[in-house]
């Protein structure tokens, strides 16, 4: 059983981590992605980096200094389009953070369990808010019923869980 995908381009988190980035002025490595992160619309705003050569409490590409996402590759034009932060706290993680979405349990407002986020799913470049989520019930429910499509409604919560409307109706395949 497949997964039932957006019918337009996407980038899949879980594709992006660890990915090396790739300075296009000098043609070197300059780290690789650990993170997308997140802003309070939903919408991509940085990578987290971790640093090559040097070490620095957090470093971030902001997702408008991203030149292309290849299956091999993030390339940003230098690196002084890197930018240091004290904290990544005001962010909400793919993987990481208090506010993480992949692994956080997914339910409707109305109680039902929709599953766990397995991976996030974004538009090209990142260019726009979350358009959905993979969903997993376990390894086991996976191999006979295959992992479910929800896409992102207009209106969710993050916490310990991921709050949907009741409406929140997931693709299955």
Not at 83 to 106: C, D, H, M, N, Q
Request: net charge positive; charged share 25%; glycine share 10%.
């Amino acid at each position: 059983m497949s997964l039932a995908t957006p019918d337009v381009p996407y980038i899949r988190a879980s594709s992006l981590l660890r990915l090396p980035i790739v300075e296009e002025r000098r043609a070197r490595r300059l780290g690789h992605v650990r993170d997308v992160l997140l802003g309070e619309n939903r919408q991509p705003k940085a990578l987290l980096v971790v640093p090559g050569r040097w070490r620095l409490p957090a470093v971030v590409l902001p997702v408008d200094k991203i030149r292309r996402i290849g299956p091999e590759a993030v390339v940003a034009a230098s690196r002084e389009d890197f930018v240091r932060v004290r904290s990544v706290r005001e962010y909400i993680g793919t993987v990481g953070g208090k506010r993480r979405l992949i692994g956080t349990p997914v339910w409707t407002q109305a109680g039902e369990s929709l599953g766990t986020v397995s991976d996030v799913y974004f538009g090209q470049l990142l260019a726009t808010p979350v358009i959905g989520f993979e969903l997993t019930e376990g390894w086991l429910n996976d191999l006979r019923d295959g992992r479910r499509w929800l896409p992102a409604p207009a209106c969710w919560s993050v916490g310990e869980i991921i709050l949907v409307p009741e409406d929140g109706n997931t693709d299955e395949q």
